[in-house]
T-cell receptor, first 114, second 115 residues
Framework: DAGVIQSPRHEVTEMGQEVTLRCKPI?????LFWYRQTMMRGLELLIY????????DSGMPEDRFSAKMPNASFSTLKIQPSEPRDSAVYFC????????????FGQGTRLTVV | AQTVTQSQPEMSVQEAETVTLSCTYDTSESNYYLFWYKQPPSRQMILVIR??????QNATENRFSVNFQKAAKSFSLKISDSQLGDTAMYFCAFLSNFGNEKLTFGTGTRLTIIP
């Protein structure tokens, strides 16, 4: 397996534009997580899914953020409209069943909103 | 809510030396999981080592070992015979065993191995 795949690796967009980040989890993993990493706040969990169902979205900063998982092999994180303070590295991770197993991370998407 | 504290923002050691990174956490639970993740400049988060709280024996993975002190809520990482490739950010993380899948991360320690 190629691991967790995120796209794009880098995204630069203008304030007010819509941004969509994509993630393909490892095949067979039933948990999918979206994290955001900034210098100020470190690593924060935004939302996670179990079997494609959102379980906890309490980390989503505001209504401008939304996440979907239409099937077991694909998830999106959308920001609309984007703001400069959304600039961060966004990680997707997946794991199998109970979390005593390793959470595998993608390489992240570095988002810059200008 | 659980909290994870890493009190060393930066550390540096000479190659081949041993270095210990500190981590403390706060929880009211008795069973949980603890992890150390490494984030090299490539940005990829890589699991280094994990510890299950109900296991008294400290986990080891080759040159990496932990000192898990449950009563003190301390979980330090020891890297022996440090190598240049160990240069990275290191994050300590906590996971509850009670159905909550959230990994709570510390703020990280930037480790530099000096040739």
């Amino acid at each position: 397996d190629a691991g967790v795949i995120q796209s794009p690796r880098h995204e630069v967009t203008e304030m007010g534009q819509e941004v969509t980040l994509r993630c393909k989890p490892i095949s067979g993993h039933d948990y999918l997580f979206w994290y955001r990493q900034t210098m100020m706040r470190g690593l924060e969990l935004l939302i996670y899914f179990n079997n494609n169902v959102p379980i906890d979205d309490s980390g989503m900063p505001e209504d401008r953020f939304s996440a979907k998982m239409p099937n077991a092999s694909f998830s999106t994180l959308k920001i609309q409209p984007s703001e400069p303070r959304d600039s961060a590295v966004y990680f997707c991770a997946s794991s199998f069943h109970r979390s005593n197993t390793e959470a595998f991370f993608g390489q992240g998407t570095r988002l810059t909103v200008v | 809510a659980q909290t994870v504290t890493q009190s060393q923002p930066e550390m540096s050691v000479q190659e081949a030396e041993t270095v210990t990174l500190s981590c403390t956490y706060d929880t009211s639970e008795s069973n949980y999981y603890l992890f150390w993740y490494k984030q090299p400049p490539s940005r990829q988060m890589i699991l280094v080592i994990r510890q299950e709280a109900y296991k008294q024996q400290n986990a080891t993975e080759n040159r990496f070992s932990v000192n898990f002190q449950k009563a003190a809520k301390s979980f330090s990482l020891k890297i022996s015979d440090s190598q240049l490739g160990d240069t990275a950010m290191y994050f300590c993380a906590f996971l509850s065993n009670f159905g909550n899948e959230k990994l709570t991360f510390g703020t990280g320690t930037r480790l530099t191995i000096i040739p």
